[in-house]
């Protein structure tokens, strides 16, 4: 019989041939963090590179006297930075913190990282009234809820619509403003600027702009309930490249065009032509800078001060479950599997905690607070129902957790839950593998993201159903550890080979040669 895990490796194999982006590069080397500075430096030169992303790298709070900065808990901000680190270009973001204005000049730009600057980091400054409709809520009420099948309704409010396209247009002046009297590549991410392609596209058309868009784009039938569809389509399509994470949502999306606006889909080709400017679109699956992660090792000692601190003996069994607070990260259906779990497997208790390290997010959304309800009741719920002596078998830590904390979670944990109801990738996957380089520990992963069609050896869950999800956590802790070492190498090996710089490097690549074909 073949080995587990065979069929799908085939497979995957077979897509790697017929799907450019699914390629090592074209000497069939890896990808470093070196390869892409000689891609950059070979063929960039000369070229400005601006990233537009909502979420900035860097953001300055001022707490009493002092200003404190901190790395938002974001997977496109953990991608992205190395990459500008790398080109040094300039990042256009809403200046969100309390101490952003002070710690930019009179442009709202400034140097970053902190203490070691290679960038530049350039804040755009909104009101209250355009934050509200921009962020919180076209961008965060209408088209997150409308793009991730997680059954939350969307809201569709004009007023929002209005603020988002008045944000989008001050965001393209920016743009223009920094790409000013040169070549240049724009590098938009996401959801928060659908029409930002077109606005540049139009008043420099030599300007190259790639579309990453970091979510998932649903099925047409999903999409066309919004009354702005057509005016988003169009927007995106001043492209020149719309990258997702997976083919899927190439096809969604280029369904969803052929649909609902006029112009020219090509299957073949993989790119829809409107108003005569072509857009091609490709799939590019995130990832993280494994190598930087893997090396920054922890000690035991480290590991059981982690345990220590949560008043944890050594031998308490740790499923750990790291997220942004959000709706789409399917954490009460975790919790209602722990709960299962712990009634079907009564040896468990006393031994094992289930710890959810959750960064508040968005709570000014009412859905975003509800679900905060939820969870605590769940977690209540359950710690009442097993809790004995001082053991109690849940634990919600809810804090913007630093990465040498995050990283002694994965480290400490014996299981890591990713129960996502629909996710375009999923980094923390990939960075709890990237943490064990001890080659042990259990990755328990949704079906329903984008990281599951590339970790085939994590056991893969339907988080709705919770029977089985259940029974995965006893799996899980119960899994030989030669079991675990053979699984967590493939997906060690498969990170290691499908990092962040490859991303980057196929996603420049593809970029310079539309640039290099429009300058012919
Ligand atoms: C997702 C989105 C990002 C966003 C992040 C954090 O990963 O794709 O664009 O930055 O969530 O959310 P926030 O609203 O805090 O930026």
Known sequence: MPPRGWLSRT?????DKWFPSGRPGPDGAEWSRDRLVSLIKDRLAGMRVVVVANREPYIHNREGDHIRWIR??????TALDPIMRTTGGVWVAHGSGSADRETSDERGRLPVPPGKPSYTLRRIWLSKEEETGYY??????????????????PVFDAADWTEYARVNARFADAVLEEIEGGPAIVLVQDYHFALLPRLVKARRPDAIISHFWHIPWPHREAFRICPWA???????LGSDLLGFHV????????????????????????????????TNVRPFPISIDMEGISTNGLARSDLTAFKNSLGLPDDC????????????????????????????????????????????????????????????????????KYRSGDWTPVRILRAHHGAEDVFAGY?????????????GMNLVAKEFVAARDDRQGVLILSLFTGAAREMQDALLVNPYATD??????????????????????????????????????????????LAESTAQ
Request: net charge neutral; hydrophobic share 40%.
């Open 411 to 423: 480290r400490a944990a014996s299981v890591c839950v990713v129960s996502s109801l629909h996710d």
């Open 247 to 278: 083919q899927l949502h190439c096809n969604n999306f280029l369904d969803t065009v052929d649909r609902l606006v006029e112009s020219r889909v090509e299957y073949e080709h993989f790119s829809a032509t409107r108003a005569g400017h072509q």
């Open 317 to 384: 069994a740790i499923a750990l479950g790291v997220d942004r607070m959000d709706y789409t990260k399917g954490i009460p259906e975790r919790l209602r599997a722990v709960a299962r779990f712990l009634e079907r497997y009564p040896e468990w208790r006393k031994r094992f905690l289930f710890l959810q390290m959750g960064a508040p997010s968005r709570t000014e959304i009412r859905e975003y607070r509800e679900l905060n309800e939820e969870i605590d009741g769940l977690a209540a719920h359950i710690n009442a």
């Open 11 to 15: 497979f995957r194999q077979a897509i």
């Open 72 to 77: 938002p808990a974001s997977g496109l901000v």
């Open 136 to 153: 919180y809520g076209f961008a965060n009420r209408a088209l997150w809820p409308l793009c991730h099948i997680a059954y939350t309704r």
């Open 230 to 236: 057509e005016e988003i389509l169009d927007g995106l």
């Open 468 to 513: 089985a999800f259940a029974d995965a956590l006893n799996t899980a802790l119960t899994m030989a550890p030669e079991e675990q070492q053979r699984r967590m190498q493939r997906l060690r090996a498969q990170v290691a080979e499908h990092n962040i710089f490859r991303w980057a490097g196929l996603l420049l690549t593809e970029t310079c040669r």
